[in-house]
């Protein structure tokens, strides 16, 4: 399993990014994908989730509104499109892969990415 977060970058407050996470080694379309976020010092944590054929959306209330998550699972590629950032926003965000085919929790994702970091400064 190999999954590879880009996008991140420096955005001003009120600025949108998109990430993408290009996946592989495994059967992309059968599992659940989630976006994660890390701060300094903190545990990581839940930012967004999306079944395999895209049919549930799932979002952190700090969020909802203003990420979507969305997934091509022709290109074995996760998204996360961010608008209305703000300094809070600022961490580390990581995709991860759900534990096994068919099944979505939002404590059961395994197999993170490196991360890209994302900060939100003007």
């Known amino acids: 399993v190999q999954l590879v977060e880009s996008g991140g970058g420096l955005a001003q407050p009120g600025g949108s990014l998109r990430l993408s996470c290009a996946a592989s080694?495994?059967?992309?379309?059968?599992?659940?994908m989630g976006w994660f976020r890390q701060y300094p010092g903190k545990e990581r944590e839940f930012v967004a989730a999306?079944?395999?054929?895209?049919?549930?959306?799932y979002y952190a209330d700090s969020v909802k509104g203003r990420f979507t998550i969305s997934r091509d699972n022709a290109k074995n590629t996760l998204y996360l499109q961010m608008n209305s950032l703000n300094p809070g926003d600022t961490a580390l965000y990581f995709c991860?892969?759900?534990?096994?085919?068919?099944?979505?929790?939002?404590?059961?994702?395994?197999?993170w990415g490196q991360g890209t970091q994302v900060t939100i400064s003007s």
């Open positions: 080694g495994f059967t992309f379309s059968e599992y659940a």
């Open positions: 999306i079944t395999w054929g895209s049919g549930g959306l």
């Open positions: 991860g892969k759900g534990e096994r085919i068919y099944y979505y929790h939002r404590d059961a994702f395994n197999s």
